[in-house]
């Protein structure tokens, strides 16, 4: 049995990490948040030591060291993107893996930082690919590393994923904090392009808004229209005939690509992989972290093939 502990644990995503430990078999002996919302420790670690202030929770994990002879294993960090680094340290100087949430890092040259640091420690750094372990984009992986062929795949991705007026007064609606719609809630998309189709060759902006952006990528194997929004407006009439609020669809040579389902137990998958020290690290995100800060430096052009949905 492993000891964690986690940061971020009043988060949108804390309750997938916090059943993924659950589900691996071990334990969590600490959860920090400066936000108290944190009733769904209940459901998985009761006994749980919680904190609102760092100090206090960097102090408990020496304490347990020291007193206790507890060391700690791994650290889960789901806190606000912007943070990502600077937790990600604290676990390795802590003498435990970190397992980071995605986006790992913003930009680029934090990869570069975050290695040299690894390097020097005896930690390694993990991050969630969830979408690297669905099994429909596996199978896909699968069917276009058999077929190799000699043209390249034509790709629409849509992603409308409908947000309140919260967003906007979180840190998710801080382009500083979180990077920016294409960052926030494309970048595992953009990894599941790259890890299945190769580097990119081509990238260019068409949209980029506070609530949606869209864009050409061009891969080695793949020419990709892109389009996320968070705006319900943006939605096809048929969804929202249906009252739904999210819309998910990869079209690849005009043929669907089926994975709405299969994502509860994604993230217990991360875990059992990095258990095995086969949990994805830094060199298997850069493409995607590269890709991201692209998008939001590149000026805006109107040429070249574009989604659809851009008007």
């Known amino acids: 049995m492993k000891n964690f502990a986690l940061i971020g644990a009043a988060g949108y995503i804390a309750p997938r990490h916090l059943k993924a430990i659950k589900d691996t078999n071990n334990n969590l002996v600490a959860a920090l948040d400066k936000f108290d919302s944190v009733g769904v420790m209940d459901s998985f670690f009761p006994n749980a030591d919680f904190f609102v202030e760092f100090e206090r929770f960097d102090r408990h994990i020496e304490k347990l060291k020291r007193n206790q002879n507890t060391n700690l294993d791994y650290v889960s960090i789901c806190t606000p993107n912007y943070l990502h680094d600077s937790h990600i340290r604290m676990a390795l100087r802590r003498g435990a893996d970190a397992i980071c949430e995605k986006p790992i890092v913003l930009n680029p040259w934090n ?7 690894e390097k020097e420690s005896q930690g390694k750094i993990n991050t969630i690919l969830q979408l690297r372990l669905h099994q429909s984009i596996i199978q896909l992986k699968n069917k276009v590393d058999l077929a190799n062929k000699k043209g390249k795949y034509d790709i629409d991705l849509t992603y409308i994923t409908s947000r309140g007026k919260w967003y906007d007064i979180s840190w998710k609606g801080d382009e500083a904090k979180s990077g920016g719609i294409a960052t926030n809630i494309g970048v595992h998309f953009y990894d599941m ?4 189709f190769g580097k990119v060759q081509n990238n260019v902006v068409h ?35 249906k009252l739904q609020r999210t819309y998910r669809s990869i079209t ?38 590269e890709i991201v800060h692209d ?17």
């Not at 990869?111 to 640091?117: K, T, Y």
């Not at 808004?209 to 229209?225: H, P, Q, S, T």
């Open 193 to 196: 392009l790259s890890w299945i």
């Open 252 to 289: 690849i040579d005009n043929e669907e690509l089926e994975f709405s389902n299969g994502f509860t137990e994604l993230h217990t998958k991360s875990y059992q992989k990095i258990l095995l020290n086969e949990g994805f690290g830094l060199d298997e995100v850069k493409n995607s972290i």
């Open 295 to 311: 998008i939001r430096n590149k000026a805006i052009l109107q040429t070249g093939e574009k989604h659809p949905f851009v008007k």
């Open 111 to 117: 990869i570069d930082a975050l290695a040299a640091i």
């Open 207 to 241: 949209l980029r808004e506070k609530n949606k952006a869209a864009g050409f990528l061009e891969f080695e194997n793949a020419r990709v229209r892109w389009f996320l929004s968070i705006d319900e407006n943006d939605l096809p009439k048929e969804v929202k005939e």
